[in-house]
């Protein structure tokens, strides 16, 4: 590989990072209109997710949900309620770890 060459694909790989970088920055800032087609109409800002309160919200109901669960599966509820708690539970744990990943990342909210 010649001198020429070495600087052509070094130069390529700067601007393949600069504009990985300038996409992450952007990320970081949020995704504006992302959750509202309709943003901007009419002067409206762009909507953005309130992933705080949707952490919240889910770590309480699957606290709730997993007592629950837990109570009916001693006492002598039907099993229909223990599991639909528990389906209730699992998915509430999902939703936290996909809003703990979405904060992660740096959206806003």
Known sequence: MSGGEELTSGRA????????EQRRRRY?????DYHDPLAGIG??????????LRLVLACFGLAFCSAAAI????????????????????T???DIAVIVRR???GEPG
């Open 71 to 90: 109570g009916f599966s001693v006492t002598a509820a039907p099993v229909g309620f223990t599991v639909a708690l528990a389906v209730l539970a699992a």
């Open 103 to 105: 904060k992660r990342r």
């Open 28 to 32: 970081a800032q949020g995704l504006p």
């Open 13 to 20: 790989e700067d601007r393949d990072n600069e504009t990985r």
């Open 92 to 94: 509430a744990a999902v």
């Open 43 to 52: 002067g409206a800002p762009p909507a953005q997710s309130a992933l705080t």
